[in-house]
């Protein structure tokens, strides 16, 4: 079954608003990643946080990861409409060799112009 | 730099029918995975490879196969296809030098199955 489970579904937003995206998790994680996914196109990494870390940033990416409640939040700020894409949560298990991607379902983000 | 390329980017298949989808990548990386993503249901993994000579299992297996014969080649076949493996299909791979790595992903492979 998968992982993560992204929330909300889909968000739309005005050029200019903060965008946030949730991501719930249901097993021990070595780390968490986002990936970004423009229509039609292959996944592209955005930021990993390690189940040590509770936040990261990188440019207008900010990341936060709760262990304790199995969840993550992925902020964009200052969004753009060149941000419209779909964004995708994934963990990596602890323990083990084993390291396998899983992803969740997904966020439809739209900024509108 | 190529990074990571699959082949063909499309087809359309009858049912029945064998097939291969191609994944190669010129990064050295050690991991590689098949995803199908299906609308509503996300990425899902088929198989995966921690290094050459090694696959497993993934959430979703089953009507597919890999190989894992050098460093730069993850092949998926469908050895006889089925309409219900009708997806796009992502094949990606990651150093695998520990779990804190991220993935690379190919530009995916878009296969009907009718």
């Known amino acids: 079954s998968q992982q993560g489970e992204e929330d909300p579904q889909a968000l739309s937003i005005q050029e200019g608003e903060n965008a946030t995206m949730n991501c719930s998790y249901k097993t021990s994680i070595n780390n968490l990643q986002w990936y970004r996914q423009n229509s039609g196109r292959g996944l592209v990494h955005l930021i990993l946080?390690?189940?040590?870390?509770r936040e990261k940033h990188s440019g207008r990416l900010r990341v936060t990861l709760d262990t304790s409640k199995k969840s993550s939040s992925l902020l964009i700020t200052a969004s753009r409409a060149a941000d419209t894409a779909s964004y995708f949560c994934?963990?990596?298990?602890?323990?083990?060799?084993?390291?396998?991607?899983?992803f969740g379902k997904g966020t439809l983000l739209t900024v509108n112009p | 730099i190529a990074g990571i390329t699959q082949a063909p980017t499309s087809q359309i298949l009858a049912a029945g029918r064998r097939m291969t989808l191609r994944c190669t990548q010129d990064m050295r990386h050690n991991a590689m995975y098949w995803y199908r993503q299906d609308l509503g249901l996300g990425l899902r993994l088929i198989h995966y490879s921690n290094t050459a000579g090694t696959t497993g299992k993934g959430e979703v297996p089953d009507g597919y196969s890999v190989s894992r014969a050098n460093t730069d080649d993850f092949p998926l076949t469908l050895a006889s296809a089925v309409p219900s493996q009708t997806s796009v299909y992502f094949c990606?791979?990651?150093?695998?030098?520990?779990?804190?790595?991220?993935?690379?992903f190919g530009q995916g492979t878009r296969l009907t199955v009718v």
């Open positions: 994934a963990t990596v298990d602890s323990g083990g060799s084993n390291y396998k991607l899983t």
């Open positions: 990606a791979s990651s150093a695998g030098q520990g779990a804190y790595t991220e993935a690379f």
């Open positions: 946080i390690r189940s040590n870390e």
